[in-house]
């Protein structure tokens, strides 16, 4: 598998932000959420980009983006978005949030009061309470956590991973997703942001589901082990113009288990006229 490279640089804040964009047609953006990367969205990317003008890029304090001490948690990633949006001059894309980007997207469009087309999240995480076992943990020891030696490091984030997958994930693909989190830098990297995850953010948001105009589409993992597909039904009840999918044998890393389902699902939402 070749390496990921993003090769273009945005200043956010005097933080460096790498992104990409690929294909022709209609602007659609693509979020990603946590641990992934803009690499666990490459299915996507190839599978719409010959339809659309793909744009991509890595989230603050993940990938091949900022991953100083410093602000990485959902509060400013919506900001983040935001001004990638206008810096590509783009008014009224099409969106795709997956997890934590859903998260993005929807508190960019509530909150900046961004415009969009049409929105699509897969596995989002939307509806408080949420947080793992695990995700409480390293908030309370962030620093023991970040302290560990490299190779149990390594072994937790692996672990970690595969729970998000209905079927174990190929070593070559596992190793790409872990990489970005090696390293001194990459290690308290991977701590940070789950220390910095919060459910406040999606507090001051989830009343205001019921006031998104636009068409949603939803799609969700059916094995989702991180976020159970109740869930699913139940942001789907709380958005009026919303379309429900489900994606069986598939879990909350859908975009990387089922792509060729979710690229169909999208191309048909995008498609319609409505």
Do not use: C
Request: hydrophobic share 40%; net charge negative; aromatic share 12%.
């Amino acid at each position: 598998m070749s390496e990921w490279k993003l090769n273009n640089k945005f200043n956010f804040e005097g933080r460096e932000v790498r992104y990409g964009f690929e294909g022709s047609g209609p602007a659609l953006v693509l979020v990603h959420g946590t641990p992934w990367s803009s690499f666990n969205l490459r299915h996507l990317i190839s599978g719409l980009s010959d339809s659309f003008t793909v744009y991509y890029f890595d989230l603050l304090g993940y990938g091949q983006s900022d991953k100083s001490d410093a602000d990485v948690s959902l509060g400013i990633q919506n900001k983040l978005l935001d001004a990638l949006l206008n810096e590509w001059q783009l008014n009224t894309p099409f969106v795709v949030g997956h997890d934590f980007g859903g998260t993005t997207v929807l508190r960019n469009h509530i909150l900046n009061d961004r415009a969009y087309k049409k929105i699509i999240l897969i596995d989002p995480v939307a509806l408080s309470p949420w947080g793992s076992p695990f995700f409480k943990h390293v908030r309370k020891f962030e620093a023991a956590f970040a302290g560990v030696p490299d190779y149990i490091h390594e072994a937790i984030v692996k672990a970690y991973v595969q729970t998000a997958a209905y079927k174990p994930i190929n070593n070559e693909i596992l190793h790409a997703i872990v990489r970005p989190w090696t390293g001194a830098e990459g290690k308290a990297a991977f701590y940070r942001q789950i220390a910095q995850a919060d459910s406040k953010y999606t507090d001051e948001i989830q009343a205001k589901y019921s006031a998104i105009n636009q068409p949603v589409l939803i799609l969700w993992g059916e094995e989702d082990k991180w976020i159970p597909v109740e869930q699913a039904h139940s942001l789907h009840q709380l958005i009026p113009n919303s379309k429900l999918v489900t994606v069986p044998q598939a879990g909350h890393l859908v975009i990387e288990e089922r792509p060729e389902i979710l690229i169909s699902e999208i191309k048909d939402f995008l498609n319609q006229s409505k």
